[in-house]
């Protein structure tokens, strides 16, 4: 575990994941959870007959496999206030590799004077290199000299 205050971080300062391949399983374990059965994820015969040709993995599939690839560093100085402007660029395919970037974006403070926001945009790129998914994950940090 790396702690880091509020202080430590630095804007543009950026990490990036390896990469993830999503499959079958993924989509049909993800679908099962959610209930989101529609046929964009499940009926190969209809998605032929759509502009994107095929099977596209779920929106929030691709945003929680995302999110949990950053997840390596863990903060216990820091906790998540939840995530902004999440946008879905582009379908990601059965057989498409992921990975995840993240970007300091902005700092700021919050009511609470011990914690202070950081933003990391998180970015999902394919194989190709092309964005498929963006958002802003909203990190609430404790400040130095407020340590519990």
């Known amino acids: 575990m790396k702690e880091r205050h509020y202080e430590d971080y630095t804007l543009g300062e950026s990490r990036k994941t390896t990469g993830r391949t999503i499959t079958e399983a993924d989509i049909v374990l993800h679908g099962g959870q959610t209930g989101d059965l529609y ?66 974006v902005d700092k700021h403070d919050h009511k609470r004077p011990s914690h202070g926001i950081v933003n990391e945009r998180l970015t999902v790129n394919n194989q190709h290199g092309e964005v498929v998914l963006v958002c802003d994950h909203l990190l609430l940090v404790e400040r130095k000299g407020f340590e519990a």
């Open 39 to 104: 046929p964009h994820h499940f009926d190969a015969e209809w998605c032929a007959t759509q502009s994107f040709g095929q099977r596209i993995a779920h929106g929030t599939l691709i945003f929680s496999v995302a999110v949990g690839m950053t997840a390596a560093e863990i903060n216990p100085r820091a906790m998540s206030y939840g995530y902004d402007r999440l946008r879905f660029i582009k379908p990601v395919f059965i057989g498409d590799t992921i990975t995840s970037h993240i970007e300091i």
